[in-house]
């Protein structure tokens, strides 16, 4: 006869911000006693499970370690429950490759400096680059009073002009960042007024 089994952890995904990530579930509820959690991981080129840093813990996350960094690798995780004797079964990931499947905050804006006919704008990359990175920033900006049609520009520097303004007139912008090759781009910034100056 089979041997009771806890239920097994739900809702389990990756969830990876700026390359920054981890396994979340939901918790698994028993009547008594202190559920623990296991996970395990592997990648796409080796066919076999090894402990994460993440075996017998309490918490329903586990971030991943350094030997995980890779973004071009193709890893998949498991987890199950554990209470005493009692195991639940393995719940398993789909794969996940960080370049393609992590989310790209916004740049942070270090600075704006305003001039009668242009902003220049300094920003920094939300996240720190490797070799062969290629960052295109879209920058969307409006005049505050029509801000149903904007203008575009696109540039790979983080200082950057935008021109061809009116003076004394506040201007809004907001700027996503896209990685390349992804075609998506990354969550865009608040917006930020700036009123041009007079010449």
Request: hydrophobic letters at 30%; one cysteine or more; a positive charge.
């Amino acid at each position: 006869e089979s041997s009771p089994r806890l239920p097994a952890p739900k809702n389990v995904t990756v969830y990876s911000y700026n390359f920054h990530s981890s396994l979340r579930w939901s918790p698994v509820k028993v009547d008594r006693g202190l559920v623990l959690y296991t996970v395990h991981f592997k990648t796409g080129a080796y066919n076999w499970w090894d402990e994460m840093n993440c075996t017998c813990i309490t918490q329903t996350e586990c971030g991943f370690p350094w030997s995980l960094k890779e973004r071009r690798w193709t890893i998949f995780l498991r987890v199950r429950a554990e209470l005493g004797n009692l195991t639940s079964n393995w719940v398993e990931t789909d794969q996940f490759v960080a370049e393609r499947n992590t989310t790209i905050g916004p740049p942070k804006v270090n600075s704006v400096t305003v001039s009668s006919d242009s902003l220049l704008v300094s920003v920094t990359p939300p996240f720190g680059s490797e070799v062969g990175d290629f960052l295109q920033y879209h920058v969307s900006y409006w005049e505050n009073v029509t801000s149903i049609t904007g203008k575009k520009t696109e540039t790979s520097n983080t200082l950057f002009k935008i021109g061809n303004l009116k003076e004394s007139t506040l201007y809004c912008f907001r700027i996503q960042v896209e990685l390349r090759p992804r075609s998506d781009l990354g969550l865009p910034s608040v917006p930020e007024c700036y009123r041009t100056t007079i010449s």
